[in-house]
């Protein structure tokens, strides 16, 4: 499968459009982590809340969302991440990546049990920004993140 076929099946299984109450304006400060699980499941997606962090996926691949900035439990900022332990990744794979994709930035992370390849993508809360714009956010980091982790080899073509 053409890596053009599969961003275009991945774009379609992306979740579907919020709904009306979604163009809501977000909290001042910033959401909080129960807040942010609310919008996600609403979405339809799984959520573990654990602190400043959301634990949820979509097409096939699991991510986090990490508070930042918070103040009294309201964050001014959120990222994306994904990590993938890959057992043989290719050298030069994430500079590549970052050389040719916009969005998603990634590094390498050397573990114990080999190389980890982890893609973030941040989020900053600007005023009268609504929960559709954090929509079209996750939207982006749920579409891009099963092709960087094709791309690391931390997933297989069809």
């Known amino acids: 499968m053409s890596r053009t076929v599969l961003a275009g099946i991945v774009g379609m299984m992306i979740v579907s459009a919020a709904g009306p109450g979604m163009a809501q304006t977000l909290p001042s400060g910033g959401p909080t982590a129960e807040e942010v699980a609310a919008w996600l499941t609403q979405q339809g997606l799984d959520t573990v809340v654990d602190g400043d962090q959301v634990r949820s996926g979509a097409n096939g691949v699991a991510w986090d969302m990490t508070g930042f900035d918070c103040v009294a439990g309201r964050c001014q900022s959120w990222q994306f ?10 050298e030069g794979a994430v500079e590549r990546w970052n050389q040719q994709r916009r969005y998603l930035k990634a590094f390498e992370l050397e573990r114990p049990e080999g190389t980890a390849a982890v893609a973030q993508y941040d989020v900053l809360i600007t005023p009268g920004m609504t929960w559709e714009g954090m929509t079209e956010h996750m939207r982006l980091f749920a579409s891009v993140a099963p092709l960087f982790a094709l791309e690391m080899g931390a997933i297989r073509e069809e």
Do not use: V
């Open 81 to 90: 991440s994904a990590g993938f332990q890959i057992a043989a990744m290719t």
